[in-house]
Structures are given as C-alpha cells and as structure tokens.
C-alpha cells in the first residue's frame, strides 16, 4: 500500500513570488503521481502527473514538479504566482492494488495568494 | 468529449431524510469513485463501483450506499441524514485497463447541506 504526505497544510504567498508545495509519498512499489488543484466549491482538476521519463514535470497554468525517486518527492512549484492560484492542491500517488492502479491523497495544501 | 457530470449541484435536506445524487462518468470509462469531501476530515473515500459491482469500499457506515447500472451511470445514496453529512460529495470516472494508471477525472460535486 502506498501514503501520501504533505508537509504543509496552509500556505500564504505575495502575488509573483514563487511558491513550492512539498509532497512526500510511501510505496513499495513502482508508482505514478499527480498533482490536483481545487477551486472553491468545485471538484478536483488535474495540475500535472509524473508517468515516466523525465523527472522534471510540467503542467497547466505554470506549474512545475519534479520527482525524486531517492527523496520519495514529488515537490510542485510555480516561479510567480497570482491572485487566480488561490486554492487547494492535492498530492496523489497511485500504486497497484490487484489488477488495477489506485490512487491515495495527501490531506491537501491550501494556497492563499495576497496581493 | 463531454466530462464527468453531477446531478444536483447544491442541495438542501433536513436530519433524517434522505438523499439520492447522480455522477455520470466520461464516456467509455466504466469505473466510477465516490469521495466525500468535509473541512475536517479531507477527502475521504466512500466506494467504487465497476461493472455494476462495488470493488472497494471506504469506512462508512451502511447509511452510505450506491450502485452503477449497465450505462456506468452511478448514483449514491444517503439515509437518516444527519448533520455530520454536510459535506461536498465528488464523483470521478477512470478507464480500467491496460492503459490505467490510476487517473481519476473529477465532476464538479454536489454540494449537499443538512439542516
């Protein structure tokens, strides 16, 4: 069974500073991660996901994760962030249960963005 | 390719009725996953269902209950509503497969509020 970790469960940033949102994650096997956003009062979009290949992510809207297979990371971050990123960011790993990959969440990150 | 739809959006119960909400997945995905998402207690994950059968079951109590009929359709039930229940409940459609890695795609959510 794999578990998802984020480190911090709320995060302030001034408008074009750069923000990075840390996710760490379990398994003992080979897994696939993501990384999902939420705006208030809808469901969950996803931001970007790591398959294979590079390491280094990217995604909608700016945002970029790298993945540190040492580390068991998957840190998402975005250079210059605005006011529209304010929301909450999921990390997910899935990992193979029976025949089928099954994806477990992070508590979730929720980013506030201030001008 | 038209996503994940839910039915209603917001609605409003008293304690001790009941509730039905509807989730039409993507098309071609036959795998439909239930959350319910609540300030305190995150993303929790209540049931999914393949084929018009339950494959996996959250810890919820029996109040909680769905099914998926033969279009992959999926509803969700709940009964004796109690406060507690207040809650934005998602659904989210995959692809089982060779291809599958986990991905949900998420609907919007409903929205339910018990007074």
């Known amino acids: 069974a794999q578990s998802v970790t984020q480190l911090d469960s709320q995060v302030p940033v001034f408008e074009e500073a750069p923000v990075e949102l840390r996710c760490n994650y379990s398994?003992?096997?080979?897994?696939?991660l993501f990384w999902y956003v939420q705006y208030p009062n809808q469901g969950l979009q996803l931001l970007l996901k790591?398959?294979?290949?590079?390491?280094l992510v990217k995604g909608i809207n700016g945002f970029e994760a790298e993945f540190n297979k040492s580390q068991t990371s998957f840190h998402l971050r975005k250079p210059s962030v605005h006011i529209s990123d304010t929301a909450e960011y999921f990390c997910?790993?899935?990992?193979?249960?029976?025949?089928?990959?099954?994806?477990?969440f992070g508590a979730g990150t929720t980013v506030t963005v201030r001008a | 390719k038209a996503g994940v739809t839910q039915t209603p959006r917001y609605l409003i119960k008293t304690r001790g009725q009941q509730v039905t909400l509807s989730c039409s997945p993507i098309s071609g995905h036959r795998s439909v996953s239930w959350y319910q998402q609540t300030p305190g207690q995150g993303l929790q994950f209540l049931f999914e269902?393949?084929?018009?059968?339950?494959?996996n079951k959250g810890n919820f109590p029996g109040r909680f209950s769905g099914r998926q009929f033969s279009n992959s359709r999926s509803e969700m039930n709940v009964s004796t509503l109690e406060l507690g229940d207040s809650a934005l409940y998602l659904c989210a459609s995959s692809l089982p497969g060779p291809k599958n890695t986990g991905e949900l795609f998420f609907g919007e959510g409903s929205r339910l509020t018990v007074l």
């Open positions: 997910a790993v899935s990992g193979l249960r029976g025949n089928d990959y099954k994806l477990s």
């Open positions: 398994s003992s096997v080979s897994v696939y």
């Open positions: 269902y393949f084929s018009e059968t339950q494959r």
């Open positions: 790591y398959l294979s290949g590079s390491t």
